[in-house]
C-alpha cells in the first residue's frame, strides 16, 4: 500500500475536487444564511423601532446589495479553465474565499443589526 501526501492528484480527473463547483455551492449556501440571518436579526430590530414597510423595504436592499458580492466571488473561480479547476494548488485560495465568503454570510446580519439596534436607541 503506497501512502501519497498528494491526494488529489492521485484521484481520477472525474473525481478531483473542481473548485468552481464547490465555490458555486459556498455561494449558494451563503446566500441562504445571510437572508435566513437577515429576516431573523436585522428585521426583528428595525420592527422593534417601526410599524411601517420600512424593515421589509432595508431587507430588499441588504440582499439584493449582498448579490453581486456574492456572484464576484462564484465569477473567480467560474473564469478557470478545466484543468485549473481541478488543480490542488488552488486550495489555499478557495479556502482564503471560502472563509471570507462566510465571514460576510455570518457576520454582515450580525453587524448590520447591532448597527439599526444602536441607531434606533440614539433616535
Known sequence: MVKSDNRAAA???SRA???RKAMSDHVAYGLLVYTGLQIFLT???LSEGSSS???YLALIVLVAGIIPVCRWFEKRWADLDDAQA???ANAAAFRRDAILLWSLAIG???VLTLLFKA???AF
Open 86 to 88: 481541478v488543480d490542488p
Open 53 to 55: 414597510v420600512l424593515p
Open 11 to 13: 484521484l481520477p480527473a
Open 119 to 121: 441607531v434606533l436607541r
Open 17 to 19: 475536487r473542481d473548485w
Open 108 to 110: 454582515l446580519p450580525v
Open 43 to 45: 428585521i426583528k430590530a
